[in-house]
């Protein structure tokens, strides 16, 4: 396998940036560059020299981590090099001068980490996740799932699955001993009754789990000119932090993220929802609408006392605040409103964050969960099927050999969760999620 290098840090401006280079010409980069090896993890400052004529390109911090005690589990080098974009440049060609070295492609590392087994793919996950966590909430998840947390999970689920598996698979062995094998069905099936109240537990925290990593969704609905867009402008000059917003066209559902009290919380600015000729602004409404239909939270926003929502909104199972608008300019004489802001003057912003991000800690904060992405998801489900069908069979005794099938069927799905799947294009999809260097 070839020996790969790259740059692992940002790309820009910096005191300093990090050069990773993996395999087993790794320690020839270092000898190259930076003379003999240093002590295995110990940071020596280094003058790099291009090893074509000798020429000094940096002074540098280089660590040597010989294999398999490394990230990727081969011999690795680092080198803090200073962050200027021409030393950088000079560094990288001239490590990828040393026979048998390339440029890494995305993800590279980790997926040498997670092919030689220092990483399985739930922690290959959270790894990603931790790269991506814009909130306290999301980094403490990911890092559970970085630090393995899933593993551990499903060794005890596996535990309690292969006990019971054991003892159903006894009364098959020992068909003759009537009496043995009822008591060991009858303590085959107490463990089942535990592993499936345990899945049931994580598949229920499920839903907050996924939207710690992805963010509660606040639709930010009404009528057109209700104040939606100058809503979402005037929270970001307010306590809450902005993190990022990802525009589309005015016409598009404009995604701006929030992070309200550790909590990420994706606010929905979309076209006003009315009828119209206008084709772009029909389909506008159409994704409002349907962005509607899935969001966790509604705002429906108005600045007039008699405004019915839209029926997307009466129908959707999200809660729906009602959000009186512009109370400054037209003051509202009746009505039940949640809230009555303007946007303008700041009445009411407060109270509305403030109950934001009530609901976002409650719905989208607390202990990190295990199942946090659609794959975890669909695993939990499968082991609780084959549970289900197991617990579901009338005759344990008559029907053994089927639960025993039942049981295996649960181990193997379950084996999924932090195991090899064999579907290499999801492996593919997730490794190009990371950068180059990671
Ligand atoms: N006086 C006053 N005008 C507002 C307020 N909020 C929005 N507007 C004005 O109402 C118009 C429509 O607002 P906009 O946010 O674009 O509405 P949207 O179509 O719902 O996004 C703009 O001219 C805003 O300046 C407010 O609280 N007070
Ligand atoms: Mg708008």
Same mark, same amino acid.
């Given at each position: ?21 993996? +395999?087993?010409?790794?320690?020839? $980069? *270092?000898?190259? @560059? %930076?003379?003999? #090896?240093?002590?295995?993890?110990? /940071?020596? =400052? !280094? ?69 030689? +087994?220092?990483?399985?793919?739930? $922690? *290959?996950?959270? @790894? %990603?996740?931790? #790269?991506?966590?814009?909130?306290? /909430?999301? =980094? !403490? ?76 969704? *606040? ?220």
């Amino acid at each position: 396998m070839r020996t790969i290098a790259a740059l692992s840090t940002a790309v820009g401006m910096a005191a300093i940036a990090v050069i990773r280079v993996s +395999g087993l010409q790794a320690g020839e $980069a *270092v000898r190259s @560059l %930076a003379g003999p #090896l240093p002590t295995p993890r110990r /940071a020596v =400052r !280094r003058s790099l020299r291009h090893p074509g004529d000798g020429a000094v390109l940096d002074d540098a911090l280089v660590l040597w981590f010989p294999g398999p005690h490394s990230f990727t589990g081969e011999d690795l080098a680092e080198f803090h090099v200073h962050g200027g974009r021409a030393v950088i440049s000079a560094v990288l060609s001239a490590i990828l001068q040393v026979p048998g070295v390339v440029l890494a492609g995305p993800g590279e590392f980790t997926r040498r980490a997670f092919e030689n +087994g220092r990483l399985d793919l739930a $922690a *290959v996950e959270g @790894l %990603a996740d931790l #790269l991506a966590a814009e909130t306290e /909430a999301q =980094r !403490r998840q990911a890092m559970t799932h970085y630090s393995g947390a899933m593993a551990e999970a499903v060794e005890s689920i596996r535990d309690g699955l292969i006990g019971a598996q054991a003892l159903v698979e006894a009364t098959i062995d020992f068909p003759d001993e009537g009496d043995v094998a009822e008591t060991a069905l009858v303590a085959a099936r107490e463990r089942l009754d535990a592993v499936k109240e345990e899945v049931g537990r994580l598949l229920d925290d499920s839903r907050r789990g996924r939207r710690i990593r992805e963010g509660l969704t *606040v639709a930010v609905a009404g009528p057109p000119n209700a104040g939606k867009s100058t809503l979402i402008n005037a929270l970001a000059q307010r306590d809450v932090a902005i993190v990022s917003s990802r525009a589309g066209t005015t016409r598009d559902v404009l995604e701006v993220h929030l992070d309200l009290g550790g909590a990420a919380v994706v606010l929905l600015d979309m076209a006003g929802l009315r009828d119209s000729d206008d084709e772009i602004e029909q389909e506008g409404v159409r994704r409002a609408r349907r962005r509607i239909a899935e969001a966790d939270l509604v705002l429906w926003l108005s600045d007039e006392d008699q405004a019915t929502a839209d029926p997307s909104v009466a129908a959707a199972d999200a809660a729906v605040w009602s959000i009186r608008t512009q109370i400054d300019r037209l003051p509202p004489s009746s009505g039940s409103w949640r809230h009555r802001i303007s946007s303008l003057t700041g009445e009411g912003l407060d109270g509305l964050i403030r109950d934001l991000a009530d609901f976002a800690a409650q719905h989208g904060g607390g202990e990190p969960a295990l199942i946090v992405r659609e794959r975890h998801l669909a695993v939990f489900r499968e082991v609780n099927e084959a549970l289900s069908a197991a617990l579901a069979r009338p005759d344990w005794l008559g029907e053994a050999e089927l639960v025993a099938e039942d049981l295996r069927a649960a181990v193997a799905a379950l084996g999924r969760a932090t195991g090899r799947i064999g579907a290499e294009q999801m492996l593919d999809a997730l490794f190009s999620s990371f950068c180059i260097g990671k």
